[in-house]
């Protein structure tokens, strides 16, 4: 585990500081990278292959032994906290004839055994114990072992990556990234929501979804009176290694906004921090609102239970910023909590992935349940359930099902002989970034 001090952003700071863009060079984005098996089985060697992938939550393997498994595409991977504190990533292969041996999603170990032929393993993927070990020419124990990774905690996360020349994961996320998701302390944070749903898109549709902001309006109206999701207010910015940040103003209406009265929900959310919403009438007092809330969560928040607003910066106690990690890892952050928005490929299907939602808040004395991230009813304030349906089975939070319910005419649309290719305005900038970062991965 690499050692950091959580980092406090300057507390005065109202929106992230504007970064220095990437060069976009206005690649063509060809259908076949959502559409093409073979597309999809490259993806796997030139960029799932290469990046940092989030494998759990640590909080959930405190214990040497303790472990937990992730999957991405046909590879399944054992994350095992080792006794000095560490965690190793193992590939879930046996070295005997290639079964997984575990098909748990988490558990504790004293060691690992594989249920075809017996071989043991112990915490470090070593094989300790084989049945009939005289029958070898060469003993596999103390020599053969599970293929290891690499690994690293940080954020409260476990993160692995199949690639041993991969830079470290700080390096691979930058500086800036780096700072701002530690000023969070997701580490401090309890995962109450955990959902992972099938769904008929390749998994860039979503990812794509998450990178612009632009249909906010039109398939996000519920979001209208309270986040100001126009791209005149927010901000934008694409950085090296494919990733990118939204920052979103909230506890103020979009421009969309048709009323000069502020309405539900923002009138209550107000009232929460003892501001009444009336004394904003007009659109040239709505930055105020969201300032006088900021200072209203500074002044209020500890005493009522909000200790973790005494770490955050102004814009942090009101605002949502989105951190999209290439490839695919989205990190939503908003006042009380994070959400990660992650899709992941289906190991042979280009039109199907999955969808992970989770949502890690910070926890509130004496609150026993929280709002939903994306509206339906409150959750309950306790480690989640994994839940896994198929989508429509069962909601995945409004504004998700929103954005997947148009993902699979997107894909329907992209396998059309007529698709042409993409036409985006320059507040889609960070798609075009992200394609133009795949399109490197996918040209080496
Ligand atoms: S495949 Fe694992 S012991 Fe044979
Ligand atoms: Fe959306």
Redesign the pocket.
């Known amino acids: 585990m690499t050692s950091y001090s959580p980092v406090v952003l300057q507390q005065t700071l109202n929106k992230p500081p504007k970064a220095q863009e990437v060069a976009l060079r206005w690649d063509t984005v060809s259908a076949d990278r959502y559409t093409d098996a073979d597309y999809l089985r490259r993806e796997f060697q030139n960029v799932w292959h290469k990046v940092w992938n989030i494998g759990g939550v640590a909080y959930q393997m405190p214990e040497p032994g303790d472990y937990l498994t992730a999957e991405i595409g046909v590879d399944s991977v054992i994350m095992v906290r080792q006794d000095d504190g560490s965690v190793k990533a193992l590939f879930n292969s046996?070295?005997?004839?290639?079964?997984r041996?575990t098909e748990a999603t988490d558990g504790h170990a004293q060691q690992f055994s594989?249920?075809?032929?017996?071989?043991e393993f112990n915490r470090q993927g070593v094989v300790t114990r084989?049945p009939d070990e005289e029958d070898f020419s060469h003993s596999p124990c103390g020599t053969a072992r599970l293929k290891e990774m690499r690994c690293e905690e940080r954020f409260g996360l476990i993160w692995f990556n199949f690639d041993d020349n991969a830079l470290p994961l700080a390096e691979f996320l930058g500086a800036t990234i780096v700072q701002e998701l530690e000023s969070h302390r997701i580490e401090e944070m309890l995962r109450v929501l955990d959902m992972t749903a099938e769904t008929k898109c390749n998994w860039k549709i979503i990812t794509d979804n998450f990178n612009e902001a632009y249909h906010v309006k039109v398939l996000h109206p519920e979001l209208v009176p309270y986040i100001a999701a126009d791209y005149q207010d927010c901000q934008f910015d694409t950085f090296p290694n494919g990733h990118n940040r939204g920052w979103f103003p909230s506890f103020m209406p979009s421009k969309q906004y048709a009323s000069d009265i502020i309405g539900e929900p923002l009138k209550s959310m107000a009232a929460m921090w003892e501001l009444n919403s009336d004394d904003y009438v007009g659109r040239e007092n709505w930055q105020q609102l969201r300032v006088d809330v900021q200072k209203a969560k500074r002044e209020q928040g500890p005493a009522k239970g909000y200790t973790h607003y005494t770490y955050r910066s102004d814009y942090q106690l009101t605002d949502y910023v989105i951190y999209n990690l290439f490839p695919s890892n989205v990190i939503t952050v908003g006042p009380d909590g994070v959400q990660l928005l992650r899709s992941r490929p289906h190991p042979t299907d280009p039109a199907q992935c999955l969808f992970d939602h989770w949502w890690l808040v910070n926890e509130v004395e004496g609150q026993t349940t929280t709002p939903s991230p994306a509206g339906g009813p409150d959750l309950a304030v306790e480690d989640a359930m994994h839940e896994h349906v198929r989508y429509g089975e069962k909601t995945l939070g409004t504004t998700a099902d929103q954005d997947l319910s148009i993902a699979e005419m997107q894909q329907q649309g992209l396998a059309s002989a007529g698709f042409q290719g993409y036409w985006l305005p320059d507040q889609e900038r960070r798609v075009q970034a992200f394609h133009e970062y795949l399109n490197d991965l996918m040209s080496r």
């Open positions: 046996c070295p005997h004839r290639g079964t041996i594989c249920p075809y032929h017996g071989w084989v």
